[in-house]
Every structure is written in C-alpha cells, then in structure tokens.
C-alpha cells in the first residue's frame, strides 16, 4: 500500500459528460501529479500540484482541469469527454526534496 | 513523443535467469528513475540514479547510467516468476520530479 488513495477505482460514462477523480495523498506529502497511461500513449504526465499551487503542466487537454485543496487532496475533472479518454488515470504523490513518486491504484476510465 | 525508450517491449526468461532492460532518453537529465507495475496497478519505485552516479544497487536491482550514450540499464539477478511485471525507466529534466516515463518491458519470468 503507498498510501496514495484515488477515487472512485472505475467509472464508466457517456460520451460528452463529465467526471472527477479524486486523489488523497500520503500523509505530509506536499506535491500531487496525475498521470494518463493508455496503451497507445503510454504514461503521460498531465499535471503537478505543490502545496495548493499549479507548479508543472503537461500533456493535459483544455477540457481536463485539476485543483489542489487546502488538506492537500486533489480532484481531476474531466469533461466533455470523448471515447478516447478512456484510461487509466493515476495520482502520485512526493515529499521534498520531491524526488521517488508513490503511486495510488488508479482510476479506470471507461467512455462509451 | 517519449523521452524514455525501453528496450526490448518484452522479455521471456526461466526463474533463475537474469533480465536486462535498457533505457535511452534524448536530453540531460536530473535523474533517471526505475518503476514497476504489475498488471494494471499503480507503479512501485525501485531505485533512482542521480546524473553524476555510474551505478548503484539495491538488492537483487542494479542500476547503471551512462549519461555520455544518454542510456541507462536495469539488471535483475537471479529473476523469480514474482518479478513478472512491466518495468519502467522515467527520467527527471527539472528536479522537480515531474517524470517522463518510457513506454515499458513487459517481463515474463516463467517457474
């Protein structure tokens, strides 16, 4: 267990709705990363969180959003979704110096 | 694009055997860093190698990185069937951990 806990495990939607993932990480962790893994991208990194502040931008869509709260938790909101997002979607979680990632279970995303 | 490429995709060994996997990456990096997933699971740090290591070791893992070739290795000695997994190299480029990951070994290691 890495103590990284996400949010619902699955979810299964329609096209054009709009979903949010939830992610707590471990505890005193200050930084929050959600990752994308599909098999034909692979893992790719959409967006990291520092304590309540965007601090690194990835390969994330504009219809996709993500908040950092004030008890570090944080939600991935994906919207207007579309059968091509249908992965699985994972948060991780650092302490400083912010360098080894643990990894929560994910969540599987399934557009229809 | 990938920053990471691992190669091969797939490898098959017997228990016992060793497994090498291999990792190129295009740009200068913070550190490169070694995760494994088993089937459909978060992934597992396994060990992390700083840009001004050659090597470093943590079990049965060993871990090399040749920043000239801009390449690294992952070696599993003496491999049992509970080491079947995908295996990925991620690389670091700002330090602020926002990894890059490969696109993986599979690893079959059959009893």
């Known amino acids: 267990d890495s103590g990284v806990t996400q949010t619902p495990k699955h979810l299964i939607t329609a096209t054009g709705q709009r979903v949010t993932l939830r992610c707590s990480p471990r505890s005193g962790d200050l930084s929050v990363y959600w990752y994308q893994q599909s098999l034909d991208q692979g893992l790719q990194f959409l967006i990291q969180?520092?304590?309540?502040?965007?601090?690194a931008k990835g390969n994330i869509l504009e219809r996709f959003s993500a908040q950092q709260f004030p008890d570090l938790h944080s939600e991935l909101n994906l919207s207007s979704l579309e059968l091509g997002d249908s992965a699985l979607y994972f948060c991780a979680s650092s302490a400083p110096p912010n360098e080894k990632l643990f990894f929560g279970s994910g969540t599987q995303l399934s557009v229809l | 694009s990938q920053q990471g490429e691992e190669d091969p995709q797939a490898l098959s060994i017997q228990e016992g055997e060793n497994a090498t996997m291999n990792c190129s990456y295009k740009?200068?990096?913070?550190?490169l860093q070694w995760y494994r997933q088993n089937s459909g699971r978060g992934l597992v740090h396994l060990i992390l190698?700083?840009?001004?290591?050659r090597e470093k070791h943590s079990g049965r893992l060993r871990v090399t990185l040749d920043t000239s070739k801009k390449s690294s290795s992952l070696l599993i000695t003496a491999s049992r069937a509970a080491d079947t997994a995908s295996y990925f190299c991620a690389t670091d480029l700002s330090g602020y951990s926002t990894l890059t990951f490969g696109k993986g070994t599979m690893l079959l290691v059959s009893p």
């Open positions: 969180y520092y304590n309540g502040e965007e601090r």
């Open positions: 740009t200068s990096i913070n550190n």
């Open positions: 190698i700083r840009s001004n290591e």
